[in-house]
């Protein structure tokens, strides 16, 4: 009989990725599809379905992990309503998806996906206590503990960008004013370079910018870096990770971001923890297709591995 193999999906507004990974973890297969948020869920989740049988042909499946954006309650299989996908309300994915392919289905936040590959095999594999920030279109966190995602008690923890780390009035969405997201996402700092006048099509530019001494850029990025800095200590002061895990594309893509933040950051938290805090870059390209793989075989298997 053949050994069990196993799917992970990184379900994103734009792009689904769908890996197929043997028992061992091994990536033997992926494709990439389009979301097409706007032709609606049924249409999306189908098009899921095909795409699944598409990779796994005849081989037989252990278990199936979906990681996506929030909100979700990832212990009932629900997604409520993601701002993305605008007409998924309450849909119950692992639900539909485990009964169409006859094995258990699970969904998380894709950040706690994230974090949970970087903990397993990416640069937090080895510490005990590990929390992955995502700097990119917005801002974003997971915590794992022993190799297992926190996800609070109704499936919220790790939602760091409603922070508040400023008084200064900036709105974002439907978020606090003042928040990290708001303060320090690129989306967010791209903004706030264009209402200032820069001639910039993205946030890397503003940076550049920042980089050759332009005092507007400056002052956004400063304003930014210092707001991630007083959001990591604020969750510093509570979790004490071992390690802060960088990712997404701002923090991949700028040079010295991760060095930047660490000196930050180091100045809002108790002497007593400096220098042993480590914050270090992510080191996985693809942590939403892995960390969704774990999610479904650890959740099988019922124990970490």
Not at 247 to 269: C, H, M, N, Q, T
Request: charged share 20%; glycine share 14%.
């Amino acid at each position: 009989m053949d050994k069990k193999h196993w799917i992970g999906i990184d379900f994103g507004g734009t792009n689904i990725r769908i890996g197929l990974f043997d028992e061992m973890g091994g990536l033997v297969k992926e494709h990439r599809l389009p979301t097409e948020a706007d032709k609606g869920k049924d249409y999306i989740i189908e098009n899921l379905k095909r795409n699944i049988e598409k990779i796994k042909g005849d081989r037989g499946l252990g278990g199936i992990g979906i990681g996506m954006p929030g909100p979700l309650n990832p212990y009932e299989g629900l997604v409520l309503k993601p701002v993305n996908l605008s007409d998924w309300d309450s849909v119950p994915l692992a639900a539909i998806i485990s009964e169409h392919f006859k094995v258990p289905c699970f969904i998380e936040n894709d950040c706690n996906v994230a974090a949970l590959a970087e903990a397993l095999e990416g640069s937090g594999k080895g510490y005990p206590i590990v929390f992955y920030l995502t700097v990119s279109t917005g801002v974003g966190g997971g915590l794992c503990i022993n190799g297992e995602i926190i996800s609070g008690a109704f499936g919220n923890a790790g939602e760091i960008g409603n922070i508040i780390v400023t008084d200064r009035p900036i709105l974002h969405s439907y978020l606090n004013p003042g928040s990290l997201e708001g303060m320090a996402s690129g989306t967010c700092i791209l903004k706030r370079a264009v209402k200032a006048g820069l001639p910039v099509q993205n946030t890397h530019q503003v940076f550049n910018m920042a980089a050759e001494g332009n005092p507007v850029a400056e002052e956004i990025v400063d304003s930014a870096m210092e707001a991630l800095a007083k959001g990591m200590a604020a969750i510093a002061h509570v979790i004490e990770p071992h390690v802060f895990v960088l990712g997404g594309g701002v923090a991949a893509s700028v040079p010295g971001f991760v060095e930047d933040l660490k000196v930050r950051f180091e100045k809002y938290i108790y002497p007593i923890m400096r220098g042993k805090l480590k914050v270090v870059p992510c080191s996985l390209e693809e942590p939403g297709m892995l960390g969704a793989m774990y999610l479904g075989k650890r959740r099988v298997s019922g124990r970490a591995e």
